[in-house]
């Protein structure tokens, strides 16, 4: 089983690996807290028999996703147009990217989905489907972030530039005392900004925030360029085809509007709340305070275990712990094995954080925001 800790690793084991032009955190790489845990998620897939990738249920959710995908994309190009059908459609398409971006492709992209590389390969691809990159994800979600969560400087996925503050440790500007309510609007343009800007200028620059990246080449350059010319095609040619200019124009801002909300709430959730620590390393050594595997306890906050239906929709990241403690294991099994992380994280005296529901972590999020807003806020 691959474990966790080797997201510390990963960019040495990478065919494109990410370094930092900065001090790069450094982490206590022997925990008896997380072999005690290894050891008990072992167990549990050796006595039930079930295999860490390549469920049954996975294969049918991705079925399941990809038609509701697909009809809802046949229905808005072909189907009949008025108002009052196209925006419940344009809202359906825009939660079916998101459910494949947080099933499907996140799943593959952490080489989750199966234990053959060229299923998760394909399963990764599904983004470059929807106009993202699976290239630049894997070095910016799987490396970067799962590597440095919430430490301000190095996790580029906290950084909103002079839009938003998410630590205590950015630059606070006047504007910022008013993101508790401008941002959750900003946050539907997020799926566009990678589709057309982000991506691009992670290919120009060659670089993700601090971290140096290789330039994607040879089939991974393919992959980006085809993904990009597939998306244009089937997201604006073939609609432009059928429909006046406007039309395709409001249904795309619709459709990415709601995918964008969707993606940026999930993740906020995760970790911009008043639960999740925003530590930083020692000026003079780099070394944090906490081992690899409880930082990620630390800065990660689960929400709504007992809502099935989200979960299912959300691709298991309201167990979003369990997620950055075993990132290659399918999240069919977050549910079985969080009490086991409970029990560890409880026995070694680590604080495991949680909203019991959806909207007590969606409120902790807009207080965060409004804490960080605040001038003095620390």
């Not at 960019?11 to 807290?33: M, N, Q």
């Not at 952490?110 to 399963?123: D, E, F, M, T």
């Not at 906020?268 to 925003?278: G, N, P, T």
Request: hydrophobic share 45%; charged share 15%.
């Amino acid at each position: 089983m691959l474990l966790a800790s080797e997201a510390q690793t990963a960019g040495a084991e990478s065919p494109c690996p990410t370094t930092t032009v900065s001090a790069i955190p450094k982490f206590e790489r022997h925990d008896e807290f997380f072999v005690a845990l290894k050891n008990r998620v072992d167990q549990y897939f050796q006595q039930t028999g079930k295999s860490p990738r390549d469920c049954w249920q996975m294969y049918v959710k991705t079925c399941v996703i990809l038609c509701w995908f697909f009809g809802s994309y046949a229905f808005l190009v072909f189907g009949p147009v008025s108002w009052w059908t196209v925006v419940p459609a344009s809202a359906l398409l825009g939660l079916a990217m998101a459910a494949i971006g947080f099933s499907i492709q996140h799943d593959g992209s952490h080489r989750g989905y199966s234990k053959h590389s060229i299923v998760n390969r394909l399963a990764a691809i599904s983004l470059d489907m929807l106009g993202g990159s699976s290239y630049y994800w894997a070095r910016k979600h799987n490396v970067i972030h799962h590597t440095y969560p919430n430490i301000t400087g190095h996790d580029d996925d906290i950084e909103l530039g002079l839009l938003g503050r998410l630590s205590p440790h950015q630059k606070h500007i006047g504007i910022h005392r008013l993101q508790h309510f401008y941002l959750w609007f900003l946050y539907g343009f997020i799926a566009i900004k990678w589709q057309f800007y982000d991506d691009f200028r992670d290919l120009l620059r060659g670089r993700i925030g601090v971290h140096s990246v290789v330039r994607p080449r040879g089939q991974e350059l393919a992959i980006f360029v085809v993904g990009k010319l597939f998306f244009l095609v089937m997201g604006v040619a073939v609609p432009l085809m059928l429909h006046s200019w406007w039309e395709v124009l409001a249904v795309y801002m619709g459709v990415s509007f709601f995918q964008g909300v969707t993606l940026s709430i999930v993740f906020q959730m995760a970790h911009c709340v008043e639960e999740a620590a925003f530590p930083m390393p020692e000026t003079a050594s780099g070394r944090m305070a906490s081992s690899f595997a409880v930082h990620q306890i630390e800065t990660t906050v689960d929400f709504a275990p007992d809502n099935k239906l989200l979960s299912w929709f959300v691709g298991g990241l309201n167990y979003q712990i369990e997620h950055h403690l075993f990132p290659q294991i399918c999240h069919i099994h977050y549910r079985a094995i969080s009490p086991l992380v409970k029990q560890t994280c409880q026995e070694f005296g680590v604080r495991y954080n949680m909203h019991r529901s959806f909207r007590s972590g969606l409120a902790s999020h807009y207080r965060w925001l409004r804490r960080m807003g605040l001038a003095e806020a620390q």
